[in-house]
């Protein structure tokens, strides 16, 4: 959220306290104690009294969970499908799913992999200059 420098401002200490990151999605608190620094956006930098106060609310917040590494033997772990390569094999494995194809419901999933299978016909017989006109036309 803010992050915090000290820096010499005549006589007394000051910190330079920057948002770096941004407040939705915050709790109320941490939200109000960053409007609270003064800080308005985010990559504002104010200047602030060294205090001990200052110093408490500008801790930085953890950025990402830490996670101990794990030693797994990857044979252990069986075989992995892999993705699909082309459009087409994408396509086929979209038919195959019956979750997502009952999501869609019938009309339109049969409706958009008819769409897509077209495109990927015309496309993969024409050479890239042809593909990058179709997409430049259709969007």
């Known amino acids: 959220m803010a992050k915090g420098k000290k ?7 000051l910190l330079r306290i920057k948002q770096i990151g941004s407040v939705i999605g915050c709790p109320d608190k941490q939200r109000q104690t960053v409007r609270g620094l003064g800080l308005r956006r985010m990559h504002q930098v104010v200047e602030r009294p060294d205090t001990p106060a200052a110093d408490r609310r500008t801790v930085p917040r953890p950025t990402a ?52 299978r077209s495109e990927w016909t015309a496309y993969s017989t024409g050479d890239a200059g042809f593909e990058q006109l179709g997409h430049f036309e259709k969007y």
């Open 7 to 13: 820096a010499e401002a005549g006589s007394g200490q």
């Open 65 to 116: 969970p830490h996670s101990d590494p794990v030693d797994v033997d990857p044979e252990t772990l069986g075989t992995v499908p892999r993705l699909p390569s082309t459009q087409a094999e994408a396509l086929d494995a979209l038919a195959d799913d019956a979750v997502l194809t009952d999501a869609l419901g019938p009309v339109l999933a049969e409706s958009y992999l008819a769409v897509r």
